[in-house]
């Protein structure tokens, strides 16, 4: 009752002593994460891996099945279940709460804010921008400043706007990141087109390659998981503690409210064509030469139906998992080379997997892939990556766009998208039209893509040891998933140089310490 009413993100826990009892809950989004184990009777539980093993009750081991769907899901996530990358250890869910009643430990689950749509109407621009500022106001609180990571896009420059109108142009200052990398998209200039236009400070962090490299070891110590992804904000968090504040407004949840979540089309397509499909195993073989041989033909196929597209790689395993376990598609080894069907057939129909799509039975098959994809990619690729990397760097991000108080209007909308069109009417005449009209640049706040395939290049020795983890006593298995998974192999490696193979220390790891040259 409470809880769901709290704003913010939160990790909590609530002891009550006469009762015996203890009630662990985590928010709807994840933001801030909370593991726990049970050792001998005994329920450890913290915000971070780190004190669980520090504490000397839990052996360091890597969870081999998680590892594998981790590597399998193209997106080093883990898809299904409450198991993480370190066997022993459970992660609550998104919006979950974990009840310890005199002994006895049970879970449950609330549906999430964007699921059960539900008759409602239609949110106005002004509803929009009321929650909005009221969720920014509630962010600020006692604050009498306020920093906001600008990038230049229509989610970011909403709450650089509202801030300044709750705090005035003196109070608040804005943060952009930048890769030094001519062939990356950049926003910069719309950013500073807008602090000029609000008469805020501006201050802009150019990332250099090497300094990227150099932020690696440190990133995945403060994530706790192999992810390249929120490096800039690690970057970016010195300077924002520099100029005294502790905490960073964030546009990122903006197109969540919205219900834009970009991947939901495909999902729903993908639903709608293999209820058609006679024998999906054996009709879309195509999909398996896409994924895995680079074979041009996703244009071919959705010009009979957009579903029929091989799903982007972090979605296939997602989709093909799912749909094994509600009917949709009996087996999913012929979607995968040969060498590999045995090691998919053991982590697909595994009970971990199997259960966690049995949880979800009362959903659609639609509504069970899209509760996935928020839980898995959107959730670890996106929200704990960079609240986790800034806030263990001593500035924590906060996203107003998923507060409370504008999740409901969601949730009165029935469900609907309210659209990108509501918020360009809720900010029009607030910010320039360069940026309410132009399309959104994904690609602006993620690493470039040139980066990516050089620091995998770099970690590629790493990749044969770990697929003999994951695959032992099969050459062709390891020889394929060095082929076909080399740079999440090399990254999971690093993880497990640091995580695993490295004596337990609360000092940030260096290149050196775990073998490897860092002169990429």
């Given at each position: 009752g409470v809880i769901s009413t709290l704003e913010g993100h939160y990790a909590l826990a609530y002891a009550e002593t006469a009762r015996q009892r203890l009630t662990l809950f985590r928010d709807a989004y994840g933001a801030e994460r909370l593991y726990y184990a049970e050792v001998d009777g005994l329920l450890l539980f913290a915000t971070s891996v780190k004190p669980l093993l520090a504490c000397g009750m839990i052996q360091t081991r890597l969870d081999r099945d998680v590892a594998t769907e981790c590597v399998l899901s193209g997106d080093l996530g883990v898809v299904f279940g409450s198991r993480t990358l370190f066997e022993g250890i459970l992660e609550l869910r998104l919006g979950e709460t974990l009840v310890v009643d005199?002994?006895?430990?049970?879970?449950?689950r609330d549906p999430h804010p964007l699921e059960a749509p539900r008759p409602g109407t239609p949110t106005s621009p002004a509803d929009l921008r009321r929650a909005l500022k009221e969720a920014t106001g509630t962010s600020i609180g006692g604050d009498r400043r306020v920093a906001v990571a600008l990038s230049g896009g229509m989610d970011s420059s909403t709450l650089a706007v509202l801030a300044?109108?709750?705090?005035g142009p003196a109070n608040v200052e804005a943060f952009t990141y930048?890769?030094?990398?001519?062939?990356?998209?950049?926003?910069?200039?719309?950013?500073?087109?807008?602090?000029?236009?609000?008469?805020?400070?501006?201050?802009?962090?150019?990332i250099s390659y090497r300094q990227y490299c150099d932020l690696l070891p440190e990133l995945f110590w403060r994530l706790e998981a192999p992810r390249m992804m929120p490096g800039a904000y690690l970057a970016l968090a010195p300077r924002v503690r520099e100029h005294g504040f502790s905490k960073l407004l964030t546009g990122h949840g903006v197109e969540a409210m919205l219900g834009l979540f970009e991947h939901f089309e495909s999902l729903e397509n993908i639903v709608g064509a293999l209820a058609h499909v006679p024998r999906p195993a054996w009709t879309l073989r195509f999909w398996k030469a896409r994924r895995f041989y680079g074979w041009p033909i996703n244009r071919l196929a959705g010009l009979l139906h957009p579903g029929l597209k091989a799903p982007y790689p972090f979605l296939y395993y997602l989709v093909l998992c799912g749909r094994r376990h509600n009917g949709g598609i009996e087996d999913v080894e012929p979607f995968y080379p040969a060498p590999l069907r045995r090691l998919v057939r053991e982590t697909v129909d595994s009970p971990r997997v199997a259960g966690a799509v049995s949880e979800l039975g009362s959903l659609t098959v639609e509504e069970q892939l899209k509760r996935l994809y928020i839980d898995s990619h959107w959730a670890q690729r996106l929200m704990r990556g960079k609240q986790a990397a800034f806030t263990q760097a001593g500035a924590t991000p906060v996203l107003p766009a998923l507060f409370p108080c504008c999740l409901r209007l969601t949730q009165a909308a029935g469900g609907?998208?309210?659209?990108?069109?509501?918020?360009?009417?809720?900010?029009?005449?607030?910010?320039?039209?360069?940026?309410?009209h132009r399309p959104k640049l994904g690609e602006q706040a993620i690493i470039p893509k040139r980066w990516v395939k050089k620091?995998?290049?770099?970690?590629?020795?790493?990749?044969?040891?770990?697929?003999?983890?994951?695959?032992?006593?099969?050459?062709?298995?390891?020889?394929?998933?060095?082929?076909?998974?080399?740079?999440?192999?090399?990254?999971?490696?690093?993880?497990?140089?640091?995580?695993?193979?490295?004596?337990h220390t609360a000092t940030i790891p260096a290149w050196s310490e775990m073998g490897i040259d860092p002169e990429f």
């Open positions: 005199r002994g006895r430990v049970a879970r449950q300044v109108e709750l705090l930048e890769f030094d990398d001519p062939s990356h998209p950049c926003e910069t200039h719309y950013a500073q087109a807008l602090c000029r236009r609000l008469g805020i400070r501006h201050h802009v962090v150019t609907q998208l309210l659209g990108r069109a509501v918020h360009r009417d809720a900010m029009a005449g607030a910010l320039p039209e360069a940026i309410l620091i995998a290049r770099a970690l590629t020795p790493l990749a044969p040891e770990t697929a003999a983890i994951l695959a032992p006593g099969s050459d062709e298995a390891r020889d394929s998933l060095t082929r076909h998974f080399p740079a999440d192999l090399a990254l999971l490696g690093l993880w497990r140089r640091i995580f695993i193979d490295r004596p």
